[in-house]
């Protein structure tokens, strides 16, 4: 009895009106959640090369959220790293030559405002069986927030499909995780607010030089949560700057 009035209230078309019983609510709750959180939500499946996307999930191993599209909150988790607890996934290695651009795809537009970084590590041998652990990542690009001294702030990263980045051309031939962090701040201004959206994608460089890529950072490890990028409120007062966290960039 109670799970057919559950279910009668849950297919009614006047659900906005009437009192609900028993679980229909948390049904109906977790159902509209469950909306909001697949259109509102992203992932990152493709790699691209030169402007050209390879397929979903191939050259980028599958995340948790490749169902759900939610983020990441807790940046001290083994998940901030690849997102691939788990799926446990590995991917097909791509060539790429150094001076190539490379970058992700996601899934839908970045719906939230946001920031972004691209991170690289570098394996000691073949990237599919490596898990990119220690200190190893350095960062290659950033989207930051774009602020006027408190008049506005507005996000290069957000309402875009693409993040693109070039390869140095310095760049050590080899194989490499390259990991896509979107961070967006919309509900940013309490502690673990930030979302992280993450894939990380393999390749072998070609053609590469005598670049010593730094410095290097752990993933987890490098943020707290407590950074100014991380943890900021974006409505009121409007940020005076914004800075984009992380080390910095290694350009080659
Ligand atoms: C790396 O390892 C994977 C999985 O074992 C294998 O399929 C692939 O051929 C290896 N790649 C190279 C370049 O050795
Ligand atoms: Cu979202």
Known sequence: MNVISCGSAFV????????????????????????????????????LVDGTPTGEWVNVRRTDNFNSNGPVTDVTSVDFRCYNQVTGATASTARVAAGSKVGFKANQAVYHQSSANIYMA??????????????VWFRVHEIPAVTDGGKSISFPAQN????????????????????VENIAIHGASTFGGAQFYISCAQIEVTGGGNGTPGPLVAIPGVYTGNEPGILLNIYWPVPTNYVTPGPAIWRG
Do not use: M
């Not at 570098?122 to 200190?135: F, L, Q, R, Y």
């Open 12 to 47: 009614s078309s006047d659900l906005g009106h009437q009192p609900l019983p028993c679980s229909a609510k948390s049904i109906l709750v977790t159902a509209l959640s469950l909306a909001t959180l697949v259109t509102s939500h992203y992932t990152f499946p493709q790699l």
């Open 122 to 135: 570098k394996a000691p041998g073949n990237v599919t069986t490596w898990d990119g652990s220690g200190a």
């Open 160 to 179: 875009v499909e693409t993040y693109e980045f070039t390869l140095p051309t310095s760049l050590p031939s080899g194989q490499y995780l390259v990991r």
